[in-house]
């Protein structure tokens, strides 16, 4: 929706169950595009089974320096970025909460593992448990936003 929003083209989503289909129906011209991860479209694309016109992210990523960002081409709505992270309980202890961000931190901050990674489009940042409370609040009021600025109604939410 935000894409056909922001290049101002009659785009029709397209369900899938992974990345697998989703290439098979690239290959054979059943859909022109997608809009799918980094790291599921990162291998197809080198071995030249897909092409990926744009990342985006608010930067060009080490894992793949030839690949522009959709803000480099003029989209700034586009201007997406994924991150993954851990979560714990929210009755989990403080102190165990610290303890396990140091262990995480230690393990995700080691230089082979950062190496192993990066060629998988994955750049390792860590923060602290505050910081990511403050980039999950700023992530949803973006989305909040993108949503209704596109018409998308959230679903009620899951126990």
Do not use: C
Request: charged residues 25%; aromatic residues 4%; glycine residues 6%.
């Amino acid at each position: 929706m935000l894409l056909r929003r922001s290049i101002g083209e009659s785009l029709e989503p397209v369900h899938y169950r992974g990345v697998v289909p989703i290439l098979g129906d690239l290959r054979d011209g059943r859909i022109p595009a997608t809009v799918n991860t980094l790291t599921s479209l990162l291998p197809p694309h080198r071995g030249r089974r897909a092409r990926i016109v744009m990342t985006t992210g608010p930067r060009r990523l080490s894992a793949a320096p030839g690949i522009p960002t959709a803000l480099e081409l003029g989209y700034p709505t586009l201007d997406m970025e994924e991150w993954f992270a851990f979560f714990a309980s929210p009755s989990t202890p403080a102190p165990l909460v610290a303890q396990l961000n140091r262990r995480l931190r230690s393990v995700i901050e080691d230089r082979e593992l950062v190496e192993v990674l990066k060629p998988l489009g994955l750049e390792v940042e860590t923060t602290s448990s505050d910081e990511l409370t403050a980039l999950i609040d700023t992530h949803r009021r973006d989305w909040q936003e993108r949503m209704e600025a596109t018409g998308i109604k959230a679903a009620a939410a899951v126990k």
